[in-house]
Structure formats: C-alpha cells, structure tokens
C-alpha cells in the first residue's frame, strides 16, 4: 500500500550539532505537513509544504519538499534542549486525499 | 515498531446514522489515545484525548454527545459519530501513546468517512 518512509528512527545529538530527519513517499504527495511531539504529549502541527521544490523556515528550523513531491526533510540547525521530541511527517497522497504519516524521528539532545 | 489499527479503513453511510470507528494497539499498552480529525488538504485537528477507564478529554469546539469515544480497554479506544451528517464527512486518525519512557506515539491508517 502507500506509504510514508522516514529516518532515521531515533538520534541523539550533542547540543548546539544539527540534526535532519528524511521522509520519503512511494506516491507523489499533495502536500506534506510536519509535527513535533514533545515526551507524553500529542503531536502539534508545524508547517505544510504545497510546492514543489518548496523551502520554508522557521527559525532554526529548515523544512524542504522534492521537487517530484516525493520527499521531504526537516532540518534543526544547532540543536537545543527545547527541541527533544518526536518529528513526524505526514503526506497527502494525490490520488486519494488519505494522510499517510511517517513513523517519526526521535530526537534527544545531550546538554 | 509498534502497530496501531484502525477499522474501517473506510466507510460510507446515510445522515442521520451513526458509525463506530475502531482504534488498536497491536503489541503494546496504551494508556492514552489521541482522536484526530483532518478536512481536506489542512493540517490534523486534535478532536479529544482518550484515557482508558475515564471519560475522554474534549478539544474546545467538539461536541462530545456527538463525538462519542470510549476507552474500554488498554488496547482499544472507539469514537462513534452519532447521527452523522454530510458535513462529519471527513479523515479521522487515531494515535495511541506507550506510557512512560520513551514516550513513542504510533499513528492508526485513518479511516475515511463519507456520510451522504
């Protein structure tokens, strides 16, 4: 079926290094929309990517779209405590309308 | 990695009916649920929080009499939309949360509703 491949699946930085986590789409996408949960809560919505070859930021956060609307990434740049989480992709897939969501990043950061 | 169900995948009803969605933690315990709603090309709206063995906590804005969820059991959270009208038409997800460390959340397929 169609699914949303991300990696890596954990990692664990040292403060103030960057960190990517990769998403990838057997389908094209519609769109591709990011979450971050912090530890115990629920996912909370981020950014939507419409375009292809699409580039937004947000602070030290960096989001990008392939240009065949295929994959995604999400990049932090010097990496803070604040940013421990879990970052999840989620596609709309273009032929149906279905959310797809990757299984998530989780991230740890080492003061 | 951890497996959250949803059943069905998809349904088709007529208004005024009501339709019971299914979400399952498959290999793990979860203590917490998350029910989300997604209208077409925008972001996931948290519509309640289900605990299991207590009432489910409502966003502001959700009818609870509407949106019905149970969470029986530590593996099985339901949201039954109850007298369903066009405009209920819509993606609805699951998310089921392991408790304590690490905290991992598993998102259900999503079960798409159409109420003609």
């Known amino acids: 079926g169609q699914q949303v491949m991300q990696i890596p699946q954990y990692q664990h930085v040292q403060e103030g290094e960057d960190f990517t986590t990769y998403c990838n789409s057997s389908t094209t996408l519609s769109n591709i929309q990011w979450y971050k949960q912090r530890p115990g809560g629920h996912p909370v919505f981020l950014i939507q990517?419409?375009?292809?070859?699409e580039v937004k930021k947000q602070k030290r956060l960096t989001f990008q779209f392939g240009e065949a609307k295929k994959n995604s990434s999400l990049h932090i740049t010097a990496t803070q405590t604040t940013d421990v989480g879990t970052y999840f992709c989620a596609g709309l897939m273009d032929n149906n309308n279905d959310m797809r969501f990757g299984a998530g990043t989780r991230l740890t950061v080492k003061p | 990695g951890a497996v959250v169900s949803q059943h069905p995948s998809w349904v088709i009803c007529k208004s005024g009916t009501s339709v019971k969605i299914e979400c399952r933690s498959l290999d793990f315990q979860a203590t917490t649920m998350f029910w989300y709603r997604q209208f077409p090309k925008q972001s996931l709206m948290l519509m309640a929080t289900s605990n299991e063995g207590s009432k489910a906590t409502y966003e502001q804005g959700v009818e609870k009499d509407k949106f019905l969820i149970n969470h029986a059991s530590l593996t099985l959270s339901t949201l039954t939309v109850t007298s369903a009208h066009p405009e209920d038409s819509s993606f609805y997800i699951c998310s089921a949360g392991r408790t304590g460390w690490p905290y991992e959340q598993y998102f259900g397929p999503g079960t798409r509703l159409t109420v003609t």
């Open positions: 990517l419409v375009k292809s070859g």
